[in-house]
């Protein structure tokens, strides 16, 4: 074992022996420890990705829990997240001042930022390794406290919004060998019920995104139950068509109203994929340069009583292929000027987390910021079975 694998592995032990409130207190004190660092803080992008949050640590003595603010756009912030790589420079009082991403299987979860008295290139990467296990402690420690989730919050939060938060996944984008996927989700003023999801099994990539019609908490409450549906019927095993069964009687029978939704199973080793879509806008795909709206069947939306059962269709992703899934407020009227295929194109070459925020922000500049309803996307970069290209022929 080399020192820097103890050395994180005493990070570690360190942060399991302290409070889960006190995650950026441990790795300061660990990088004061090794390195002689000075401030340490850990930056946090708030919910609408508008600003940073930072978090002073509990060794600045008043500062103690004290959140400071700062713009996102346009700071060597966002270009440290965009580009997920460190960036330092000299401080002025002769240190330097390093900004490394905390990023956990592609969820960027914010930034650390830290002064050195040197930068050896041994002590940047140890930052950058010690930023990384802050990106998996952090992820761990805020199931146990409101810390993370309140400092995210720059502004009022409605109860609508707080059910419709609560429904995302906890992480907005995930990394693997076949793939990488992000979403992204812009509330309207009044909320519009959009929800997306996504679930990884061994063989399976589960996907899905709904719109619950309606606003404010009628809405939210609909795509709970929606959700509730879908999710209950995936863990218990169901093939597609059973979840979209379910999801469709649920809300049938509590009759909460109707939802547009598409629900995808990726198998991972050859691509193929299974898609239910229930009244939903087409997604649009990305494949060799050229952007093209899928022709998929509309069925019905979930909710609107039918004797006709939701269809499963086919496809098949290639290596390279970019899927991008979205709801109607990506295309509102006040939006009519975004030209949503020439951006996917415009954006091929960014990761999806960025991608999204290219799509989702370009809606949102169209409408000044009002929107009518949710803009929601889901962007999958689909990469393959690269294992299975290096396994013999039988």
């Given at each position: 074992?080399?020192?820097?694998?103890l050395?994180?592995?005493?990070?570690?032990?360190?942060?399991?022996?302290?409070?889960?409130?006190?995650?950026?207190?441990?790795?300061?004190?660990?990088?004061?420890?090794?390195?002689?660092a000075?401030?340490?803080?850990?930056?946090?992008?708030?919910?609408?990705?508008?600003?940073?949050?930072?978090?002073?640590?509990?060794?600045?003595?008043?500062?103690?829990?004290?959140?400071?603010?700062?713009?996102?756009?346009?700071?060597?912030?966002?270009?440290?997240?965009?580009?997920?790589?460190?960036?330092?420079?000299?401080?002025?009082?002769?240190?330097?001042?390093?900004?490394?991403?905390?990023t956990?299987r592609?969820?960027?979860?914010?930034?650390?930022?830290?002064?050195?008295?040197?930068?050896?290139?041994?002590?940047?990467?140890?930052?950058?390794?010690a930023?990384?296990?802050?990106?998996?402690?952090?992820?761990?420690?805020?199931?146990?406290?409101?810390?993370?989730?309140?400092n995210?919050?720059t502004?009022?939060?409605?109860?609508?919004?707080?059910?419709q938060?609560?429904?995302?996944?906890?992480?907005?984008?995930?990394?693997?060998?076949?793939?990488?996927?992000?979403?992204?989700?812009?509330?309207?003023d009044?909320?519009?019920?959009?929800?997306?999801?996504?679930?990884?099994?061994?063989?399976?990539?589960?996907?899905?995104?709904?719109?619950?019609?309606?606003?404010?908490?009628?809405?939210?409450?609909?795509?709970?139950?929606?959700?509730?549906?879908?999710r209950?019927?995936?863990?218990?095993?169901?093939?597609?068509?059973?979840?979209?069964?379910?999801?469709?009687?649920?809300?049938?029978?509590?009759?909460?109203?109707?939802?547009?939704?598409?629900?995808?199973?990726?198998?991972?080793?050859?691509?193929?994929v299974?898609?239910?879509?229930?009244?939903?806008?087409?997604?649009?795909?990305?494949?060799?340069?050229?952007?093209?709206?899928?022709?998929?069947?509309?069925?019905?939306?979930?909710?609107?009583?039918?004797?006709?059962?939701?269809?499963?269709?086919?496809?098949?992703?290639?290596?390279?292929?970019?899927?991008?899934?979205?709801?109607?407020?990506?295309?509102?009227?006040?939006?009519?000027?975004?030209?949503?295929?020439?951006?996917?194109?415009?954006?091929a070459?960014?990761?999806?987390?960025?991608?999204?925020?290219?799509?989702?922000g370009?809606?949102?500049?169209?409408?000044?910021?009002?929107?009518?309803?949710?803009?929601?996307?889901?962007?999958?970069?689909w990469?393959?079975?690269?294992?299975?290209?290096?396994?013999?022929?039988?």
């Amino acid at each position: 074992m080399d020192g820097n694998t103890l050395e994180l592995g005493n990070l570690l032990a360190d942060a399991e022996d302290a409070s889960p409130v006190e995650s950026v207190d441990v790795v300061a004190r660990n990088l004061r420890k090794r390195f002689a660092a000075g401030d340490v803080s850990f930056l946090c992008v708030d919910l609408i990705e508008e600003e940073l949050v930072r978090l002073t640590t509990g060794d600045d003595g008043a500062d103690t829990g004290r959140a400071l603010r700062t713009a996102l756009r346009g700071s060597v912030y966002e270009q440290v997240l965009r580009s997920q790589r460190r960036h330092v420079e000299r401080d002025g009082a002769g240190g330097h001042r390093v900004i490394a991403p905390v990023t956990n299987r592609g969820d960027c979860v914010g930034v650390l930022e830290v002064t050195l008295p040197h930068d050896h290139p041994t002590v940047l990467r140890e930052v950058g390794e010690a930023a990384h296990a802050l990106a998996y402690i952090i992820v761990t420690d805020r199931r146990f406290t409101d810390l993370y989730h309140v400092n995210r919050r720059t502004t009022p939060t409605s109860l609508a919004a707080e059910i419709q938060h609560q429904l995302l996944p906890s992480a907005p984008a995930c990394e693997a060998p076949q793939f990488a996927i992000a979403g992204g989700l812009v509330p309207a003023d009044d909320i519009g019920g959009d929800t997306y999801d996504y679930a990884l099994d061994r063989d399976v990539l589960h996907l899905s995104i709904t719109d619950a019609m309606g606003h404010d908490t009628d809405s939210a409450l609909l795509a709970t139950l929606l959700l509730g549906a879908l999710r209950g019927a995936r863990r218990a095993g169901c093939d597609l068509a059973e979840q979209a069964r379910r999801a469709h009687r649920a809300l049938l029978q509590h009759n909460r109203g109707l939802a547009t939704g598409q629900l995808l199973r990726v198998c991972l080793a050859t691509g193929e994929v299974r898609l239910v879509n229930a009244g939903h806008p087409r997604p649009l795909l990305l494949r060799d340069g050229t952007v093209r709206e899928l022709a998929l069947t509309a069925n019905l939306p979930f909710g609107v009583a039918s004797p006709i059962e939701h269809q499963v269709q086919e496809l098949t992703l290639r290596p390279g292929d970019r899927l991008v899934l979205l709801t109607d407020g990506m295309q509102e009227r006040s939006a009519s000027g975004v030209d949503l295929p020439a951006l996917v194109r415009a954006s091929a070459e960014l990761h999806p987390r960025e991608a999204v925020r290219v799509l989702v922000g370009a809606v949102q500049d169209a409408c000044r910021g009002r929107l009518r309803d949710d803009a929601t996307t889901l962007c999958l970069d689909w990469y393959g079975d690269r294992d299975a290209r290096l396994r013999p022929l039988s």
